[in-house]
């Protein structure tokens, strides 16, 4: 922290590591949120007064701050990330016409790599894993033209919590009691034991049209409910509603979600 006259007090602003800075002036406070390449800044407009002994610092100071006042917009576009899905629509910044140079500029290139994505019965496809590091912000994405690395085929959500969600609040985690809330009534899903264990594929008419179309959720209960009677009425290739006596006794909730694009 460097001092000025008073009570104005400027810190040095360090823009490439994950960290908040606050700059006091004349009692004012200027926040700067910095994580990684990206820096937002908020501030009050304000009038400042220093003396002339410090005119060298203070300017140097000042010169920093507007430095970050002009970062092109682009960067301030990554910041425009709400984590919200919209099946069918965008997840977060992503649309059916990204590429992957695009995540690359959205997420930071640190934070994009291509991998081998899980689709199911022991296979894999080449895609594009974002945020490999951080798992409540992963995705894992496969692409309608591989050979290009554009346009996304299908992006998926996996474990136990996620900073992605739907409008809804459905994420990672949510009960299919909450679901069913959301829903409005019923939906169907599998059973579970097999490789498409809890899909859920009709609203049966409810508010949540996305989960015949653009939204696969799949529920699983705790591992410590899987040697019940109730979770052994429910396994298998069958399927079951929502507000099945034994489903609605387990109550499970959502390990994987999968977004796919409006044709």
Not at 79 to 105: C, F, H, M, Y
Not at 110 to 121: A, D, F, L, M, P
Not at 133 to 159: D, F
Request: aromatic content about 8%; charged content about 20%.
């Amino acid at each position: 922290m460097k001092r000025a006259t008073g009570s104005q007090q400027i810190n040095e602003l360090d823009v490439t590591t994950r960290e908040s800075h606050f700059l006091s002036i004349g009692g004012k406070k200027v926040i700067v949120h910095s994580f990684e390449s990206l820096v937002i800044v908020v501030t009050p407009v304000i009038s400042i007064r220093y003396a002339p002994e410090r005119s060298t610092l203070m300017k140097r100071n000042l010169i920093c701050l507007a430095v970050l006042c002009t970062i092109p917009t682009t960067s301030f576009a990554k910041a425009g990330n709400d984590w919200i899905i919209q099946p069918g629509v965008r997840v977060g910044p992503i649309t059916s016409t990204t590429t992957e140079k695009d995540l690359a500029e959205m997420f930071g290139s640190s934070n994009v790599v291509r991998s081998q994505v899980y689709v199911g019965e022991g296979q894999s496809l080449p895609g594009t894993t974002v945020y490999p590091n951080y798992r409540e912000k992963t995705l894992y994405i496969l692409w309608e033209s591989p050979g290009t690395r554009s346009n996304p085929l299908q992006i998926s959500i996996k474990g136990q919590k996620s900073l992605w969600k739907t409008s809804e609040g459905i994420t990672l985690g949510t009960a299919l009691k909450v679901i069913e809330k959301i829903n409005g009534g019923p939906f169907t899903l599998a059973g579970f034991g097999w490789d498409y264990s809890g899909g859920i594929y009709d609203s049966n008419g409810g508010k949540l049209k996305e989960l015949e179309n653009n939204l696969r959720l799949r529920v699983a209960p705790n591992s410590d409910l899987q040697s019940t009677p109730e979770y052994i009425s429910v396994i298998g290739d069958h399927n079951f509603l929502s507000d099945n006596p034994a489903m609605q006794k387990i109550n499970p909730s959502v390990y994987s979600m999968q977004v796919t694009f409006k044709k």
